[in-house]
């Protein structure tokens, strides 16, 4: 653990919430009694871990049990989305304790947009009747690219005034916590992972909304790539396309199949779309031209994804993100694309399935991210 250093050894025995004796955490560590004696009293005196009654005795007096104990620190989790704010407040098992979403937009620019975020974090905090002082750290979750290892948005496309902004920065001043930023498509994938499916090694989470983009867990841990930029698949072009793409490129996935990119070919259709969501609202109305717009934005989208099956071969692939909503549709054509694509062998055992923890993910990750840094694990 982070805040005490060789301490964490013997807490990492705990965090499964199994109370154990002095004596059991001697054998399951390897370490000297006198050691594992200094590092508990460290912990209990942290209040990271507290007496859980006592074993039965062999004769004498019963040893005491010891378990971890979640409620010593807090978490702030937030996800920034393009429209909305979402913050949880959890405790150190990832128990959210308390959460709330509203409007935002991110274009009102980063002191709007964290000011809200720390008005609504000491919030959740009152609430809950703790302080700053109890926070174990901040994840954020931002809606374009990161530099993961300073928190800073790098050249984001629909984050104005947000480039190289010092987001760590900011918020350590405001709570005096530990903050981590990242990408909010990689907190989805550690977020899904960590809550849904902690026992697979390799996943693959494909987020389809205004944009598009993937985060990837491979062995069991988030890769980011050397930059932060893995999982950018939006700006992969997609074949035989020209559209024009907001980065300048043409022919982007991102520019033909995302949410914002069936808006406009609805609304060249004399339909009434200028969101994900109205798309999906069209969809789940019947409306035929949105549900085959949806279902073909789903076949580009899988063509592109058979293409990362072959190179990374995940075993399951989530799909998530507000057009994720519109059904089987878009899971079909994806589905459809990536079997006729992809070679049998990288797709017998794949999973192409719905996120389980929706419009969730993102927050849960950010939360989880700053529970591997703080305890380790």
């Known amino acids: 653990m982070r805040e005490f250093g060789p301490a964490h050894g013997v807490l990492r025995l705990l965090l499964d919430g199994q109370p154990r004796t ?57 996800d920034v989305g393009a429209t909305h704010l979402s913050v949880a407040l959890t405790d150190l098992s990832g128990t959210v304790l ?30 809950a009747r703790r302080s700053d002082a109890d926070l174990a750290g901040i994840g954020v979750g931002l809606p374009g690219p990161v530099e993961h290892a300073t928190g800073r948005p790098n050249h984001p496309p629909i984050m104005p005034g947000w480039d190289s902004y010092d987001v760590v920065g900011r918020l350590t001043n405001e ?15 550690l977020g899904e992972h960590a809550a849904q499916y902690s026992d697979v090694e390799h996943l693959l989470f494909v987020k389809v909304a205004t944009g598009i983009g993937a985060g990837l867990v491979t062995g069991g841990q988030l890769h980011r790539g050397a930059q932060g930029a893995a999982g950018d698949i939006g700006h992969i072009q997609s074949p035989g396309h020209t559209e024009l793409c907001r980065c300048g490129n043409t022919g982007c996935l991102e520019a033909v199949a995302s949410g914002a990119a069936i808006a406009t070919q609805l609304r060249a259709a004399g339909l009434d779309a200028t969101s994900s969501q109205d798309v999906v609202e069209l969809v789940r109305a019947g409306n035929t031209t949105a549900t085959h717009s949806v279902r073909q934005a789903g076949r580009e989208i899988g063509t592109v994804l058979a293409a990362c099956v072959s190179l990374i071969n995940p075993s399951v692939l989530v799909i998530g993100g507000s057009l994720a909503q519109a059904g089987d549709h878009l899971l079909a054509g994806i589905r ?42």
């Open 98 to 127: 308390g959460s709330t979403t509203a409007a935002l937009n991110i274009a009102e620019g980063p002191e709007t947009v964290l000011a809200a975020l720390t008005t609504t974090g000491r919030a959740l905090l009152e609430d």
């Open 22 to 78: 002095r004596a059991e955490l001697i054998d399951l560590s390897g370490l000297g009694r006198s050691t594992v004696t200094v590092r508990l009293e460290e912990l209990l005196a942290a209040g990271f871990v507290v007496p859980s009654g006592e074993a039965a005795s062999s004769g004498g007096r019963p040893p005491a049990r010891f378990a971890f104990n979640p409620s010593a620190r807090l978490v702030l989790a937030a």
């Open 336 to 377: 459809e694309a990536i079997y006729a694509r992809s070679l049998p062998l990288a797709t017998t055992e794949l999973k192409v399935v719905p996120s389980r923890i929706g419009q969730q993910a993102a927050v849960q990750g950010a939360a989880a991210m700053v529970l591997q840094h703080t305890l380790g694990f």
């Open 175 to 189: 709570f005096g916590s530990p903050v981590l930023v990242d990408n909010d498509v990689n907190l989805m994938a």
